[in-house]
Structures are given as C-alpha cells and as structure tokens.
C-alpha cells in the first residue's frame, strides 16, 4: 500500500476491514477484470466472493444481518473495488442506495422483509429515476402509479438501470395523484415504490420488460438497460414508507449518499492509474535513462499525485459529514465534482505516459481511459453538482440586511 489516500483515525475494525477488501481486490479482481470488460461479461465470481465478505451488507444494521458500518467504510471500500475494476463497485452501489432508502425511510414491514434478504445479497437491488426525455431533472418525470384498488399500476419508460437485468428489486420513482390538486409542486407528487422482478431480460413479469443491456463505450461487466412498465402491478404495502408523495425526498437521500460513493470511484479510478502511471515511468526508457528521471514526467507524476490525495480528502470529508448525522449535500456535490474530474485528468495523464502502448487493449489504463468519462455523468452531471453546490454556497453566505 502506497502513501497516497490514507485516512486517519480509522478504528482496528475498519483498518482490518479495508486490508480484506484490498486483498480481495489485488488477487481476485485486477487479474482479470480487463479479460471480463472486454468481453463485457458480468463478474459472477467476484460478485459471489464480495457476498461472502458481507459487502452486501455492509452499511446495513446488524439487526438484519448486516455489518452495520458507517458511510466512511463503506466509501473507503468502495475506493479500493474501483481502484480494482469500477464496474464492480456499481453493482454494489445501486443495491446499497436501495437498502439506505428502506433503511431510512422504509415501514418496519418492508426492513424486516428485505434489509436480511439485501444483506445476503440474496436479494439484489436497483433503483430508477432517470427516463429517456430527461437526465438530471428529476422533477419533470412522466411515468405515472396510479390507485387502483387496493394497489397501483404503474406505466412509464425508465432509463439507465444499472443492475437492471440482475437485480431483483428496483425501487421506482413515479408520479402519483397529489398532483392533482392545484398549485401542488411537482417535487411533492411523486413515490417511491419497491418492485420485486425475476432476474434476466425480456418481459420479466406481467406488465415489465427489461429490453437487454444497452451498449456502453466503458463502464462493461455491469448491465445497464432500459425499464418499460404497461399496467405493471404494485401493493400498496410496495410504497416505500407506506406513504405517497415522499419519493422524490427519499431518492434525493439515496442520491445523496449515492454522490459520495461516486466521488469514492473517481478516487479508486485515479489511483490506479496513478499507481499503472509510476510503475511504467521506472520500466520504459527514452534517451537513455528511465522517462520517470524525465522532469516532464515527473510534474506530472506529482500533479497526479497531489490530485490523488485532495479527491480523497475531500470524499472522507463527505463521508463523515452524513456520518456525523449533518446535511451533506454541498460537501457530497464538491467531493463528486472534484473526484470525477480529477479522475479524468489523472487517467489521460497516466494515458500519456505510456505513449502508444497506452492505446492497445494489452495495457490496462486502455479500459480506465473509457471508464472514467462514466463519473462525469453518473448521480449528476458536473454542472449539476455546481449547481447544488452555488445555491448552498448562496444560502450559507446570504448577505443580512
């Protein structure tokens, strides 16, 4: 382990935790997480190993089976996946956002069926917001749950799955009836409802389809697919927190905590390829000596390094902040904005490095180099993230009088 992206004042357990994971990582994932994305197979074998290390479970309470670690481990963790292959941590982050929603927000109902089940990771989870006609504006959703006897039916099209075909519970944001009454903000007439599916593609239950995996320039292994619901039924004990007109609260939360966990990628991503960009600067030579007693590598090797480090100081910051049970918003949008771009600047930094080997297939920053655009757009959109983070900024230095 490097000196880059330590954290202070971890506890033996999360210290103990971290070294497993790391392990894991190095022997298990980063052999061959270059061979599975470019066939973009997904990665059973390391998805059926992090179940039994309980990452599943990791932030859920201990009551339900869980490992009932705070948000720092889990980002901590997070880091080290992606640092292996990103796409792994995406089949772990949508599950966890799920199990944070129905952990905060779910009926005692709904935490007792699924939180043991999720921590197992027998039951795998996705969460949708996104729809073909809009991205980061969550207000302006089309898809509609309608009350229909002692349940809902749900239509809509929705987008951007990740674990849309291998999960088997997708909680689905929908416009419902408060709408209806006048003057009503569009924010405050949407729910979350908790749909339970069969794993896999096509029409995967009466009234949903999972039309396949959508062809993706990097982020491989993970599915990401389309959601189409014609007259889909749902229970009413499926409403997320037994109460309509809380979703769009509630999936701000999960995206919230979703935010760090993205800035927790962009880290691990700049990682490695700070660590694949040092490693070639010693082993390849030009003019007779090493390029890493080049100085033009070198101020690179130290912008990387310098950028290493403040993505991940930022994220803990984040991490902590939700920990310490404060409003995170301003320090999640600053911790994603930062580490996603940061990501992009350190892997095309280590890109040139390696020169023209960096663009065959045979060396991995070739797959870092497609993967890190992924977290300039995922939970939000950089100028999104400037935005929530200029309105907060605006709100905490409102000028008295």
Known sequence: MGRLAQTDGLTDIQREILSTVRGFVDKEIIPVATELEHKDEYPTEI?????????????????????GESLLTYALCVEEIARGWMSVSGIINTHFIVAY????????????YFLPRMAAGETRGAFSMSEPALGSDVSAISSKGVREGDGFVLTGQKMWLTNGGSSSLVAVLCRTDEGHAEGTAPHKSMTTFLVEKEPGFGDVMPGLTIPGKIDKMGYKGVDTTELIM???????????????GRGFYQMMDGVEVGRVNVAARGCGVAQRAFELGVSYAQQRSTFGKPIAQHQAIQFKLAEMATKVEAAHALMVGAARKKDSG???????????????????????????IHGGYGFSKEYEIERLYREAPMLLIGEGTAEIQKMIVGRRLLEEYRLQG
């Open 101 to 112: 929603m129905l952990k905060q927000h779910g009926t005692q109902e709904q935490k007792d």
């Open 230 to 244: 014609d007259g889909l039924r749902v229970p009413a004990d499926r409403v997320l927190g037994g109460e309509t």
């Open 47 to 67: 998805v059926e190993g992090l179940k039994e290390l309980g990452i599943f479970g990791l932030m859920i309470p201990e009551e339900y089976g869980g490992l």
């Open 326 to 352: 404060q409003r995170n918003d301003l320090e999640a949008g600053m911790a994603k904005y930062l580490a996603s771009e940061y990501c992009k600047e350190v892997v095309e930094d280590a890109f040139r």
